[in-house]
């Protein structure tokens, strides 16, 4: 019984550490963002999703994306630090990835920087083709993810 009760301790303990250094850096993020000090906290991995120079070109954009890629990070760092057994800590990383991924603000018309420039490019032309697109699929009872008549 013991042994178990140490691994829980060492466990809340590198959770508990883990969140603390979270925090810290994203309060640095935070202070950086209403400072409108340059440079802003380090960027994590590149991420394809915020290759656009406006991702970092406009303060908000660039928070959204360096907020989201940091708690990404920590949810799956988390994920990591839990003592599972290997079949649990894999589904629960597919878990993790899947939320995580779907959350990514490049994901949505609001927080998506490029999608708004293109939608004033465009002078909303871009969301009546969305829209047109979406009816489409939702009358098909079927997401379209590219140009079927390609296969």
């Known amino acids: 019984m013991p042994r178990m ?3 829980a301790l060492r466990q809340h303990e590198e959770v508990a550490q883990l969140h603390a250094r979270f925090e810290a850096r ?4 935070w202070r950086s963002f209403l400072q409108a000090r340059s440079p802003a906290p380090p960027r994590g991995p590149a991420d394809t999703r915020f290759a656009s120079k406006l991702w970092r070109d406009i ?19 988390l994920v990591e630090t839990l003592n599972l057994a290997p079949k649990q800590k894999e589904q629960l990383r597919f878990v993790a990835r899947q939320w ?5 603000p490049a994901n949505f018309a609001a ?3 490029e999608v708004i420039a293109r939608a004033i490019e465009t002078r909303g032309e871009s969301f009546t083709h969305g829209q047109s697109n979406f009816q489409h699929d939702w009358e098909r009872a079927r997401l379209r993810m590219c140009d079927e008549s390609a296969f």
């Open 59 to 77: 303060p908000y954009f660039d928070y959204l994306s360096q907020n989201y890629l940091l708690a990404s990070q920590w949810i799956m760092e």
């Open 5 to 7: 009760a140490d691994a």
């Open 111 to 113: 927080t998506n920087q």
């Open 26 to 29: 994203r309060e640095a993020l």
């Open 100 to 104: 995580t991924e779907a959350l990514c």
